[in-house]
């Protein structure tokens, strides 16, 4: 690690990037001050992770030049960056599911040949840094079956293994309960406090007012400004990166439809890491957004599954207008799907969309059995086809809105909007909504919300699962509160509030937290 | 015009008839100085397509080394009728065709009967390479010449492989070998190609008694190989090619068995040790009775079965 | 069947089974899909034996064998990491070019078909006679267990032995089997922990390639006493279904080597044996047992495998 | 456009690039055993494209590739490798064949579809079991398939021995199919329209691959099957998330994919040798999976390299017959340097070429 020279850890001198026709960076430079916390903001594909990984070594600038506490760095690899001192929390996280939790820290700065004593001497050296900075988790364990927020500890405590002065964390808390949020930046501060630089890149405006102390907006590839945090609010913040006003969504009133359209009954469905679904019930009518809140984990990803029909139903019953699924009559999601089932999955690549394939190849995917999507049939008419994918590009303003491209290299935003359009195109009665903004930038979030909501205006049924209390809040007539797989009690509109909830979500039922609540007003 | 010799699928150097016929060609070419052509398969497809090459090119004789030239030989063969062919193993009967057959099972017969002599334990064994009729035929053969000279002889037998390949993998037919061994067989006769080898190696390991086969293969590991049944596959060729440059040729069948020293076994001075006079001249007793007719030899190939001896 | 040569039998089918899979093992664990273990075999082979003849020594010829495997792999390795090829064209072509190539220089170094000389005494390796082996022989069952079994292997059959337990080591108690094993799994995992892919990747086809050019110097200094074009006879191919059905674990894939072996040293046994009194099974179903065996384990034991999540994937730095 | 026009022109290339370096090298290795070079490689391009005999025997064999290219990529294009298109195509000419012999005196334009009906349900039917074993038990297909091929060397082994053999008939084979079922050959064909040929293999099958070939097409991609087919192929969970059955679908590709291996049967059966022959798949089935892999799994692609490698074939022949010191196993090296450089190595030169080729498009259009 070089000795610090001058007062910034990181300074970037017109950085410049290109692929292929796509120009990530243009002419970027700033600097990071050593001790302080850099938020980086900007739309999604504006180039902020070509960025970090240029600094990471991942990527090679086409030119430009970046010094790292005062010394010009050549950045050839991972390996230089971590020699530098560099750290970096990927956003798509770099574990190794073959290995335990410790494994993964110590790969890579193994102490010797052998393995012996804790995967080579790492165990106390890891221990002591848990406590240093209260990143728990549990050293032999696969990183697969623990909690997002637990692998981002993990891959933070990696980073920190290695002496990292610099940590860099790529949307770190997209996928973060409140609570991991309120602990992820209780680290920051202590690393803060030991003089380390900490850059992170975020959507959620609200993180990088709580905790930044400067911020650099980037769009389309070039940097807007570096301001201090103090000097902007959050819808300066908005409109300079997006380039106009952001309003949230208004949620008119509505009257849902008398009857449920789904109705799910004392549900047990198995876990997957989890508890799985305990005994659930609830109804879901039309012209209304049922919102699952909960800290992810708490069996919301096997209520959509079985709703899906990709997990079979243990106990209890889920009926829909038409269909009836219990532990005797399962249903494949093609079923389902043809009983007018809309589905937007919470893991957009692992079920939304084949990166491969075009976005014309994507824009069918799941209605290729539907009879009302024009050149679908037997056969595949793709002129016909390609019209209607076109229209859907445009319409849902995916950008660019190029059929023949492959949808891998869009950006995680507009993949985003190709799956929600696609899956409201067909105006489906009831519509499953997994985490609909996982990692979209604040412009797209508008749009999509607005399409949610434009969907329960006209009737339909919504059931919206997401960790984001911000969006359950905007967006919810209803919500239940689920932990260990049961509901702790559901709450209308103006029942929210943001310490309710999150008592429920720890875990009171609905009785004992208001109770609790009344206690502590009174005292 | 030279003569031109075609190898089966197996190959020229196939330590096997392809290699013995390659010998006899050689032979013809050190003696008389006439060069002879040569090819060797790739598939199946190219059988007719060699055949028509070398008549079109006007080589002449022709020889094909193995049965599986039997319909392609009798296609081409019409369409050239100046052109002389030969076939080693099968008959083909056109008036331009001389066919050679061996009775192979003639000299199984008597290293069979030789085994069944030399045996301490009373078991003998034998591996083939596949499962096809002209091995089943050296098998039945054999047994029926071990149970000649030790009625009752208990017999174990084994086949390499189910591909081709089992013609050519001397190490299973080691491991399969001394498995043989392990069951109480002290004399084995392999008749499996290229695997031969492979049979020879474990006799040796294993202190042992094995027999080759095709060529005279005594001298592979002195002391371990009982005798050798022999095919003059080269022979044959260098007859062909010779009788075709005298003029002598003449088409037909040409049934080349003990009695026209076409099969045989071997007798030299790397296996002279292990046989005593009396030995030898038993073996010797038994060629001249089938030479006679006064032993049948039972034939798989003709009936499909091999009748228990 | 007296089990004791049945069990001396089935290790000696074993060890060059053993070998190609545990070669198989670092090519595959560190996300290099290996279908060319047949050609390094071969390669292996015909250089031992090439060599132990014109050397006359079998240790030189040995030598020469795992050079020769370890160069072929580090070709297949330039090919599919340098040059990102797609690894199961790369392992046929190498597994059609050795095969050509050895028979090719077979018969322009020694003639006679591509065959090497047949190895004598001293160029090859023997069979190991442990000490006591003769005074204990008369003890029921230890007796000969001891002199044909435990003992009674060559030197490259106790390697065999000893390469399982090495790779185990390595694997799951060095550095290197730690690095490797991720980069099978998720290389870029392994490249933002500073550690270079491409390097661990050469080195684990490098040790690949020894590991078959030692399964190849068994078969031709020891089992075939020379070498024969095409002489490895599919065994890469088994090697690399008995990785895939232990699950790319040394212990368990030395297991099912054992289980490919013993059921092929069974098989030769049962052959022309009559079951049922006179009844003779047809000497094919007797062949078929070993590959039954394995469907039958495969579909009701064995189930679902997971090998390395990155196999057969190019590594390239920071795609997406 | 100027992407795709590049990266198809830069492909192109780099492919005749490698081919060039492939046989080069061959005819270095020529060179090393005296031969010229030069003049082998005019052998090798006559003995293929010389003659009408020869482009027979080239488009004979490149038929057989066809096939055995069509039956790997259809499985491939589900993420399905089946190795199993040698045994395969061994049971269909098994089917072949019996329906042949059941069909005596009946003319080839009947016995045809029956042939390719009965090979298409025999070898489609010997890849169930593995392709079952994958999609429900997960079982390796890779393994499974290997399994498989030998035994289908075992069971037609048996068959044919047997079952099959003529009594008193040393060849292990079928007797001969009955004359009326000969497939009608181009060379006949070529004959009658005044172009006189010899006898060669080479019959209407090869325009049954070719057709084959373009039913691919339009099945994989033009259906809602193959669309289905090849979700899986890309992410299954994907596909299983937008309501594909993904074991029935893979099941039904595998099948698929062994069916059309056993086209290769009916070509041998019906059209080369006309009888059941021991090992008659020859090796085309493993071939065919470099055949695939060099054609990208994609018909388009196969027909080409099928034809590469029948040319290859033929041509080495035809080499051999002419250089007696170019054995048989220079052939092989020379077609494993192909498959290693014009399909392992194609990103040797590739991504420089397209990007060349983007340069040169680009300034084309500015200026
Ligand atoms: N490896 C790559 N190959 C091709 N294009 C790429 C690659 N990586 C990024 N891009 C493109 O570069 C641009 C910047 O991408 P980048 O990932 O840096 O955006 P981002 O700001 O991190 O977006 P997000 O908020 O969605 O994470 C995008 O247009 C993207 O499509
Ligand atoms: N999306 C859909 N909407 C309406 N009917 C459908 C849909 N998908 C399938 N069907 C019909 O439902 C029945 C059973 O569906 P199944 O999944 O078995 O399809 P299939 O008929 O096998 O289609 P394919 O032949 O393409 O596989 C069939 O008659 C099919 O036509
Ligand atoms: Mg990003
Ligand atoms: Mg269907």
């Known amino acids: ?523 | 015009a030279d003569p031109g010799l075609l190898y089966d699928l197996g190959g020229k150097f196939d330590r096997s008839f392809n290699e013995n016929a390659f010998s006899g060609a050689e032979r013809f070419k050190q003696e008389t100085g006439v060069n002879f052509l040569e090819f060797e398969l790739s598939n199946d497809a190219q059988r007719e397509q060699a055949l028509r090459t070398f008549a079109q090119n006007g080589v002449n004789p022709i020889a094909v080394v193995g049965f599986s030239w039997a319909p392609a030989l009798e296609k081409v063969a019409k369409e050239f009728p100046d052109a002389h062919f030969a076939i080693v193993d099968a008959t083909v009967d056109l008036p331009n065709v001389q066919s050679i057959e061996f009775k192979y099972g003639e000299g199984a017969f008597v290293v069979g009967a030789l085994a069944g002599l030399k045996t301490k334990t009373g078991t003998v064994g034998f591996v083939g390479g596949m499962d096809v009729p002209i091995i089943k035929d050296f098998a039945c053969a054999f047994h029926h010449g071990a149970a000649y000279t030790k009625p009752g002889v208990r017999y174990i037998e084994n086949m390499t492989g189910p591909t081709p390949s089992a013609w050519n993998d001397p190490t299973r037919g080691r491991e399969l070998a001394l498995g043989q061994y392990d069951r109480g067989a002290d004399i084995i006769f392999a008749a499996a190609g290229g695997t031969t080898v492979g049979i020879l190696q474990a006799a040796a390991d294993a202190d042992k008694l094995a027999i080759g086969v095709g060529l005279n293969q005594n001298s592979l590991h002195p002391g371990h190989v009982l005798t050798s049944a022999t095919a003059e596959v080269g022979l044959g060729i260098y007859l062909t090619f010779k009788e075709a440059q005298d003029g002598t040729w003449r088409p037909g069948v040409k049934q080349l068995g003990l009695a026209e020293k076409g099969v045989g076994w071997s007798l030299d001075e790397n296996n002279k040790p292990l046989l005593t006079d009396d030995e030898i001249a038993k073996v010797d007793g038994i060629v001249a009775d089938i030479i006679a007719g006064k032993i049948q030899v039972p034939s798989y190939i003709q009936t499909g079965a091999c009748p228990a001896p | 069947m007296d089990p004791i040569q049945l069990a001396a039998s089935t290790l000696r089918l074993a060890v060059p089974l053993i070998f190609a899979t545990m070669a198989g093992l670092y090519a595959e664990r560190s996300g290099l899909v290996d279908i060319g273990l047949e050609g390094k075999m071969l390669s292996g082979a015909f250089a031992g034996a090439a060599v132990a003849s014109l050397s006359g020594s079998a240790w030189v010829g040995l030598i020469a064998a795992i050079l020769a495997g370890g160069i072929v792999g580090l070709a297949q390795g330039v090919a599919s990491i340098a040059f990102r090829g797609n690894q199961l064209v790369i392992g046929l072509a190498i597994n059609i070019i050795a095969s050509g190539l050895t028979a090719f220089l077979g018969i322009a170094w020694f003639q006679r078909g591509g065959q090497t000389p047949q190895l004598i005494e001293g160029q090859r390796f023997e069979a190991i006679h442990l000490p006591l082996s003769a005074e204990i022989a008369q003890v029921p069952v230890v007796g000969p267990l001891y002199a044909t079994v435990i003992g009674g292997q060559t030197i490259l059959g106790y390697a065999a032995i000893a390469s399982i337990a090495i790779t185990w080591l390595v694997i799951y108690r060095t550095r290197f089997g730690l690095r490797l094993v991720a980069a099978g799994d998720k290389p870029e995992a392994v490249e933002s922990a500073g550690v270079s892919v491409f390097r661990l990747r050469y080195c684990a086809i490098f040790v690949c390639g020894c590991l078959c050019g030692m399964a190849g110097a068994y078969l031709s200094i020891v089992q075939g006493g020379a070498f024969y074009r095409d002489m490895s006879a599919g065994q890469g191919y088994m090697a690399l279904a008995a990785l895939i059905f232990g699950g790319w674990k040394p212990g368990r894939a030395a297991l099912a080597c054992l289980l490919f072996a013993g059921a092929d040293a069974v098989q030769g046994r049962l052959q022309g044996v009559p079951i049922f009194g006179q009844f003779e099974v047809p000497t094919q179903v007797v062949q078929a047992i070993p590959y039954l065996l394995t469907l039958i384990l495969l579909a009701g034991l064995v189930g679902r495998s997971h090998g390395p999540a990155a196999a057969g994937r190019p590594y390239v730095r920071g795609q997406r | ?367």
Not at chain 1, 43 to 63: P, R, V, W, Y
Not at chain 1, 72 to 91: E, F, N, T, Y
Not at chain 4, 12 to 19: D, F, H, P, R, V
Not at chain 4, 41 to 60: H, I, K, M, P
């Open chain 1, 1 to 523: 690690m070089p000795e610090p020279q001058g007062a910034n850890a990181i300074e970037f001198h017109n950085i410049h990037k290109r692929f292929g026709r796509v120009v990530a960076n243009n002419d970027i430079s700033f600097a990071v001050p050593r001790g302080t916390i850099h938020g980086i903001v900007g739309e999604n594909g504006a180039g902020k992770s070509t960025l970090m990984n240029i600094l990471f070594g991942i990527h090679q600038a086409d030119s430009g030049s970046i010094l790292i506490q005062g010394r010009p760095a050549h950045i050839k690899s991972s390996i230089d960056a971590i020699r530098l001192g560099i750290g970096m929390v990927h956003q798509h996280f770099m574990l190794v599911d073959r290995l335990t939790a410790m494994q993964n820290v110590v790969l890579g700065a193994e102490t010797g040949f052998w393995l012996t004593g804790g995967v080579g001497g790492g165990r106390k050296r890891i221990e002591a840094l848990q406590a240093r900075y209260g990143l728990d988790f549990p050293l032999d364990h696969i990183p697969h079956n623990l909690s997002v927020g637990t692998q981002q500890r993990i891959e933070i405590l990696k980073a920190l293994y290695r002496d990292a002065s610099v940590l860099i964390l790529d949307e770190p808390t997209s996928v973060l309960t409140p609570q991991e949020v309120d602990i992820l930046f209780t680290v920051f501060k202590d690393l803060k406090a030991e003089g380390k630089t900490v850059v992170l890149i975020t959507h959620k405006l609200r993180e990088v007012l709580a905790v930044t102390d400067n911020v650099t907006i980037l769009r389309q590839g070039r940097c807007v400004d570096t301001v201090p945090t103090a000097t902007v609010t959050r819808s300066s913040l908005a409109e300079a990166m997006v380039g106009r006003k952001i309003n949230p969504v208004a949620l008119p009133t509505a009257t849902p439809s008398p009857r449920p359209k789904l109705s799910v009954r004392d549900l047990v469905v198995k876990g997957q890491g989890s508890m799985g679904v305990r005994g659930l019930s609830f109804d879901l009518h039309g012209a209304e957004i049922l919102g699952i809140a909960g800290v992810a984990g708490n069996g919301q990803s096997e209520l959509l599954m079985a709703l899906s029909g990709l997990a079979p139903v243990i106990e209890g019953e889920i009926r829909t207008e038409h269909l009836t699924i219990d532990h005797k009559s399962t249903i494949s999601p093609g079923g389902l799907r043809r009983g007018g089932l809309g589905n937007i999955p919470e893991d957009r690549h692992r079920n939304g969309v084949i990166g491969e394939w075009t976005g014309l190849e994507n824009s069918i995917l799941g209605l290729q059995r539907s009879k009302d999507v024009p050149g679908v049939g037997r056969s595949l008419n793709w002129r016909h086809i390609e019209a209607w994918c076109r229209d859907l590009l445009r319409h849902n303003d995916v950008r660019p809105p190029d059929p023949h491209r492959p949808i891998g290299v869009l950006s995680g935003g507009n993949q985003q909007k190709l799956v929600i359009g696609r899956e409201l195109a067909l105006e489906p009665d009831i519509l499953l909504v997994g985490q609909p903004t996982r990692g979209v930038d604040i412009g797209a979030i508008e749009a999509i919300h607005g399409k949610l909501v434009e969907q329960r205006n006209k009737g339909r049924a919504l059931l919206l699962v997401s960790v984001e209390l911000d969006e359950i809040f905007a967006l919810s007539d209803r919500v239940i509160v689920m932990f260990e797989g049961r509901s702790m009690g559901e709450l209308s509109r103006s029942e929210l509030s943001e310490t309710l909830v999150g008592m429920m979500m720890a875990g009171m039922s609905k009785a004992e937290a208001l109770g609790y609540l009344k206690q502590r007003e009174s005292a």
């Open chain 4, 1 to 367: 456009m100027t992407l795709r026009a590049s990266s198809i022109l830069g492909g192109l290339s780099a492919t005749l690039i490698n081919l060039l370096i492939a046989l080069l090298l061959g005819g270095l290795l020529v060179a090393a055993v005296g031969a010229d070079p030069s003049a082998a490689l005019r052998v090798v391009y006559n003995g293929a494209f010389g003659s009408s005999a020869g482009l027979s025997y080239t488009f004979y064999y490149a038929t057989n590739y066809i096939f055995a290219g069509l039956a790997f990529a259809v499985a491939a294009q589900a993420s399905q490798f089946n190795i199993g298109a040698e045994g395969q195509a061994y049971i269909g000419g098994l089917g072949t064949g019996l329906a042949c012999l059941a069909l005596p005196g009946v003319s080839w334009w009947l016995a045809l579809p029956v042939a390719v009906a009965a090979s298409g349900l025999f070898s489609g039917g010997w890849a169930l079991i593995p392709a079952v074993m994958e999609a429900r038990r997960g079982s390796n297909l890779i393994i499974t398939t290997i399994m498989f091929n030998f035994l289908a060397s075992l069971l037609m082994t048996f068959v044919i021995v047997n079952l099959l053999r003529v009594p008193g008939s040393a060849i292990p084979s079928s007797g001969p199919m009955p004359e009326s079922s000969f497939l009608p050959r181009i060379d006949q064909i070529l004959t009658a329209i005044g172009i006189p040929t010899n006898e060669t293999p080479l019959t209407i099958m090869v325009f049954v691959a070719v057709a084959l070939a373009l039913g691919l097409i339009w099945l994989i991609w033009h259906t809602r099957w193959g669309y289905e087919l090849r979700a899986i192929g890309k992410n299954s969970d994907a596909a299983a998330f937008a309501g594909v059955n993904v074991a029935r679908v893979k099941i039904q590709a595998i099948c698929l994919s062994g069916a059309v291996a056993g086209m290769l049967g009916v070509n041998e059966v019906m059209g080369a040798q006309h009888r059941v022959l021991l090992e008659l798949a020859a090796g085309y089935g493993f071939t065919g999976i470099a055949v695939a892999l060099i054609g990208a799994n994609h018909p388009a692609g196969i027909i080409p390299a099928a034809v590469l490698f029948g040319a290859l074939q033929q041509g080495g022949a035809s080499l051999s017959f002419m250089f007696p010191n170019v054995s048989r196993d220079v052939v092989v090296i020379v077609q494993g340097l192909v498959i290693l450089l014009a399909g392992g190595l194609i990103h040797m030169l590739r991504p420089r070429l397209v990007a060349f080729f983007a340069g040169l498009l680009n300034t084309e259009r500015s200026a």
